[in-house]
């Protein structure tokens, strides 16, 4: 444990958080980096907090590579309540909140930053909008 205190921040994601086709592996990746986290927070307390950001769709090089197209972004900032991707900079304030004494009675928990999006809440989305 350290001297002084500190904390540890866990970059995870919305997959650890309910099943999403085609994404078993890192789902159950993330899923063990949310447990992991609640896990520590438990042992290393009360010296060192212990939390986790999951991150929502994010614009970066990786994400360009992958979907490509303007048109992709488009398509999943309009399944974004707030109807836009995040930056890294929106992931990068999290963790600050989270590495401040702003944050000193919060351990064990995850925070999903995502403009509001959650798997279930796109899937009930796209069935409204079939009706």
């Not at 970059?11 to 609640?38: C, D, V």
């Not at 399944?79 to 995040?86: D, E, K």
């Not at 992931?91 to 959650?118: C, E, K």
């Amino acid at each position: 444990k350290m001297k002084d205190g500190g904390c540890i921040i866990n970059i995870a994601s919305g997959a650890g958080m309910r099943g999403s086709p085609y994404t078993g592996p890192y789902a159950a990746a993330k899923a063990g980096m949310l447990n992991m986290t609640e896990t520590l927070a438990i042992e290393l307390a009360p010296k060192i907090r212990v939390n986790a950001v999951s991150p929502g769709p994010v614009v970066t090089e990786a994400f360009d590579k992958v979907l490509g197209a303007a048109d992709a972004e488009q398509e999943i900032a309009a399944t974004i309540p707030l109807g836009f991707l995040g930056t890294p900079d929106d992931i990068a304030h999290t963790v600050v909140f989270l590495s401040s004494s702003a944050s000193r009675w919060i351990t064990g928990r995850n925070i999903l930053v995502a403009g509001g999006r959650t798997h279930r809440a796109y899937q009930y989305q796209q069935r409204l909008e079939e009706e």
